[in-house]
C-alpha cells in the first residue's frame, strides 16, 4: 500500500511532530468548540426536560420538536447553519449543539419521569410544593439518568463540529483533514484524527469522572462487580 | 407532643373503584384519637388504598367524605425511602428542606439518639447502613415531622425478625398518644402494637373488627393470651383470602 493511500504509523508520528504547532493551533479550535457546544447543548437539553417535567400542557408541543432535532440529520443542516451562522465557531458550536442536545434532554427527562412513586407521596405528605418536589426530589433523582445522557453527549459532541468543519470553515481538525486530503498528505489526516481521537477520550473520560464526583450515589454495578463472584 | 391527637372519619357509601374494579365495599371507619388501628387483610384488599386516602394521596369517590387532615400527617412507607444524595441528618430533616424551612438540627440529632443511632451515623450516607438502620432512620423522620396522625404502611416488613421486633416496642413508646393507623401483614404485629384491629375481606373489600388482647401496647410477644388471639387472627386472615 502506497504511503499516500495508508501511512505508516513512523510516517504519521513524523507529520506529528513535524507539524505540532499547525495541528495544535487547529486542534485548539475544535476543542473549543466541542466544549463550547458540550456546554450549551447539555444546558439546553436540561431546559427542555426540566420544561417537559414542570409544564405538562406543553408536551405535546415540546415532544415533537425534541424528536425532529434528533429526525433531521445534522450532515443536512450544516450547509444551511454554515449559511446562516457564518464560517466561523458559531455554525460549528450550532451543529455540535443540535448532537447533544437530544441524548442530554430524552435522558434526564426519562429520569425526570421515573422518580420513586413511594418519595413523591412523601414529599406530597411532608407538604412539598410542586416546584420543591421538582427541584428538591425529582431533579437530584434524575441526576444518575442525566449523567448516562451527558456521557453520551461527550462521545458524540466531536462527530457535530467536525462535520460543521467539513461543510465549510477556516480552521479546526476537520479543517485540516480536508485540507491533507486535497494534498494527498494522508499521513496529516492520519496525525489529524489521531488527536481528535485523544481529544475524544480525554473528553470521555474526564466527563465520567466528573460526574463520578458530582453524583457519588448512582448505582455503579460494574465496580462493585469487582467485589462479587461474577459467573462466568 | 403533650396534647392528644385527633381523630379521623374515612366515609365511603359506595365504596370505592380504582381502574373500573371496585376494591372497597361500603366503608365507615372512624379511627379514635391517641390509639393505633391496626389494618390486616390479604394483598389487594385495600389496605394500602384507605391509608392512601386518609393521607390525601387519592382522590375521595363521589358521595365520599375524608377527614382533612393535610398538614397533620406523618407518613412512614414499606420502603424506607432515604434519598441518597443526602447524609442521614439530611434525610431526617427532609420534611424541613422541601418546606423550604430552616431544619432544627439539634432535634434531628435527638431523634437519631432516641431511635438508637450513634452521633456518627449522621453524617453516613444511606447507602452505608444496614436494612435495620435505615428503617430507624426513616421512623426518626417521622417522628421528625412531629403530627398527631401517623399512617404506616407496613413499615417493618422489610427487616428481620428481631430487628422487626425492636423496632415495634420502639415505635410503640415514640408514638404513644399519636393517632397511628398501622397497615399491616403481620398479625403478631397488629396485636402488639393495635389498641383495635381491623380485618379487610372479601370483594370487595369491608372491614370488620377482631378483639385484641388485654393489656396496653407494646404487649409481650410470648404472652400466652397474645399467641392465643395471633392463632384466631390468622384463622380469620386465612377466612379473609378463601
Not at chain 1, 448505582?219 to 467485589?227: H, I, K, V
Given at each position: 500500500m502506497p504511503p499516500f493511500l495508508l501511512p505508516s504509523p513512523m510516517r504519521v508520528a513524523s507529520a506529528l511532530v513535524d507539524r505540532w504547532d499547525i495541528i495544535l493551533g487547529h486542534a485548539a479550535?475544535?476543542?473549543t468548540e466541542i466544549l463550547l457546544g458540550l456546554a450549551l447543548g447539555s444546558l439546553l437539553g436540561c431546559l427542555m426536560a426540566l420544561t417537559l417535567a414542570a409544564w405538562p400542557a406543553g408536551r405535546r408541543w415540546l415532544l415533537p420538536l425534541l424528536l425532529v432535532s434528533q429526525a433531521v440529520p445534522v450532515f443536512a443542516i450544516a450547509p444551511l447553519l454554515v449559511l446562516w451562522l457564518g464560517y466561523g465557531m458559531a455554525s460549528k458550536v450550532a451543529m455540535a449543539v443540535m448532537i447533544i442536545f437530544f441524548p442530554v434532554a430524552t435522558a434526564f427527562h426519562d429520569g425526570l419521569r421515573r422518580t420513586e412513586p413511594g418519595l413523591l407521596d412523601l414529599a406530597a405528605t411532608m407538604g412539598a410544593s410542586r416546584t420543591a418536589?421538582?427541584?428538591?426530589?425529582?431533579?437530584p433523582a434524575a441526576l444518575p439518568s442525566l449523567a448516562s445522557g451527558l456521557r453520551v453527549a461527550a462521545g458524540v459532541a466531536p462527530i457535530g463540529a467536525v462535520v460543521?468543519?467539513?461543510?465549510?470553515?477556516?480552521?479546526?481538525?476537520?479543517?485540516?483533514?480536508?485540507q491533507a486530503n486535497g494534498r494527498s498528505q494522508a499521513d496529516v489526516m492520519f496525525a489529524a484524527l489521531f488527536v481528535l481521537a485523544v481529544m475524544s477520550l480525554a473528553l470521555w473520560f474526564s466527563t465520567d469522572r466528573l460526574l463520578r464526583r458530582a453524583i457519588p450515589?448512582?448505582?455503579?454495578?460494574?465496580?462493585?462487580?469487582?467485589?462479587?463472584?461474577v459467573l462466568p | 407532643m403533650a396534647e392528644r391527637a385527633p381523630g379521623f372519619r374515612i366515609h365511603l357509601p359506595e365504596g370505592l373503584s380504582l381502574g373500573g374494579q371496585p376494591v372497597l365495599g361500603p366503608t365507615d371507619l372512624s379511627l379514635e384519637g391517641g390509639r393505633v388501628t391496626a389494618l390486616l387483610g390479604p394483598s389487594g384488599s385495600g389496605k394500602s388504598t384507605l391509608l392512601r386516602l386518609a393521607a390525601g394521596l387519592l382522590a375521595v369517590p363521589a358521595?365520599?367524605?375524608v377527614t382533612k387532615l393535610a398538614g397533620r400527617v406523618a407518613y412512614m412507607a414499606q420502603q424506607d425511602l432515604l434519598v441518597p444524595w443526602r447524609d442521614v441528618l439530611g434525610n431526617v430533616t427532609m420534611g424541613a428542606h422541601l418546606r423550604g424551612q430552616a431544619p432544627d438540627l439539634a432535634r434531628a440529632r435527638a431523634l437519631l439518639a432516641e431511635v438508637g443511632l450513634a452521633e456518627a451515623d449522621a453524617l453516613k450516607s444511606p447507602a452505608q447502613l444496614s436494612g435495620g438502620m435505615r428503617q430507624r432512620v426513616a421512623l426518626a423522620r417521622t417522628l421528625m415531622e412531629d403530627r398527631p396522625i401517623v399512617l404506616m404502611d407496613e413499615p417493618f416488613s422489610a427487616v428481620d425478625a428481631p430487628t422487626r421486633h425492636r423496632m415495634q416496642s420502639l415505635a410503640a413508646r415514640l408514638l404513644a398518644r399519636r393517632t397511628v393507623l398501622l397497615v399491616t401483614h403481620d398479625p403478631l404485629e397488629a396485636l402488639r402494637l393495635a389498641d383495635r384491629i381491623l380485618v379487610l375481606g372479601g370483594r370487595p373489600a369491608t372491614a370488620s373488627e377482631v378483639p385484641v388482647p388485654a393489656g396496653a401496647p407494646p404487649r409481650a410477644a410470648g404472652d400466652p393470651a397474645l399467641l392465643a388471639a395471633q392463632a384466631a387472627l390468622l384463622e380469620r386472615l386465612a377466612e379473609a383470602v378463601s
Open positions: 479550535t475544535t476543542g418536589v421538582l427541584w428538591r426530589v425529582r431533579v460543521g468543519e467539513w461543510v465549510g470553515s477556516s480552521a479546526g481538525l476537520g479543517y485540516l483533514m480536508l450515589w448512582q448505582p455503579d454495578s460494574l465496580l462493585s462487580d469487582q467485589d462479587r463472584k | 358521595g365520599g367524605s
